[in-house]
């Protein structure tokens, strides 16, 4: 016998007390209420998994008991009981929300498997609704990280966006953390339970890029053997992130315009229009309005993606954000590791802080990650910085201001050797760097 009450609402005591009889040895609970009423009165006091109505019935009619039962927070799917009269009732009762109908004379048997059918998709949604919040708690790239006042400002734009419809175009060089952005706006979203699809338009050819955004129909092209999907419809309900837009063909513009415009597409090869309510979240690491004057974007699907624009500055321009990141990914990486890491060296925070980081956080992370594999301590020093970082400690964006750096190092280290009489292992103490790392600095300056 399965775990579950139904409430059986029908205004014929008969038919009450049959269907209740009949249901009794597969389910634990059956209820009886002879009206709408009546019904809402047990649905407020009792846990109910689900209504089995008549829907013609005197006073409140089975669809006004659906309105109702759709209002609570948490509504029990309902089937209708109909008559042959009434079946066109029932379908668009279907469309208000019901779970589905059975035809009079009920056939107990096929009712039972319509029961069981309907609460395993009740059970699966409320698993699938269960999963994305605890997605949503625990997705690792719904947390800006950074103390920047500029970063600041990016997240409380980025919050206040989410609770709109609006589309959003992300600005920002390679790296600096344009897909978090969007994730925070998606699961802050009204859509968050919706799906989320994302797409870079860089990484298809020009003709599979249009059939992966609009689906294509059986034959449109060769090796075209089955009518397929696209990510617009894939995204009904909840949002489409479009990466590097820049790179998409022009071709494709002209019907990513269409779309914004009128929200209605047609797969490849196909005739069908078809409809679909997504929310456009696009990124480019390139400068749209130089590519507009160079005729390769089109100027009208410039201004409809940029409904609103959130520009995310380089990591060489908010250095703030710099201890904040590596303390996160020191943790991360050494819990993934199984690295007992304690913390990380005052010269190489004071390290990487002056590198300018071309790449970005991207380049951070894995920098971060290399240092966690390589320290053979429980403190990140500088022999497990990557290499390539010490050789480039840039404080500006000026040449000036780096040849300036390295002749000052390059002053300190020749100083040091000669105090210490050429010991290598009591210059590298000295210096308050590995010997490994004294080692390449005396290759880079060709001291010997």
Known sequence: MKNVTILIVDDDQITRQTLSMALEDEYSTTMTAEGGQDALRILAEEEVDLVLSDLDMPGMSGIELLEQVNRAETPPPVIFITGQGTIETAVKAMKLGAADYVSKPVNIDRLILLIDKTLENKRLKEENILLKKKIRENYPDLTIIGDSEEMKKITALALQVASSKATVLIEGESGTGKEVITNLIHYNSPVADGPFIKVNCSAFAEGVLESE?????????????ATKKGRFELADGGTLFLDEIGDMPASIQVKLLRFLQEKEFERVGGSKTFKVNVRIISATNKNL??????????????????????????????????????????????????????GISKEVMELLKSYNWPGNVRELTNSIESAVVMTRSEIIDLDSIPEYITYKTVDADTDMEGGLMQELEKKTIIETMDETGGDKTKAA????????????????????
């Open 213 to 225: 955004l609009f689906g294509h129909e059986k034959g449109a092209f060769t090796g075209a053997i």
């Open 289 to 342: 309005e130089k590519l507009i004057q160079e005729e390769k974007f089109r100027d009208d699907l410039y201004y409809r993606l940029r409904v609103v624009k959130i520009e995310i500055p380089p990591l060489r321009r908010r250095k703030d954000d710099i201890a904040p990141l590596v303390e996160h990914f020191m943790k991360k990486y050494a819990d993934f590791h199984g690295k007992p890491i304690r």
């Open 429 to 448: 103490k000295k210096l308050g760097i590995g010997l490994r790392t004294l080692y390449r600095k005396l290759e880079k300056y060709g001291l010997d």
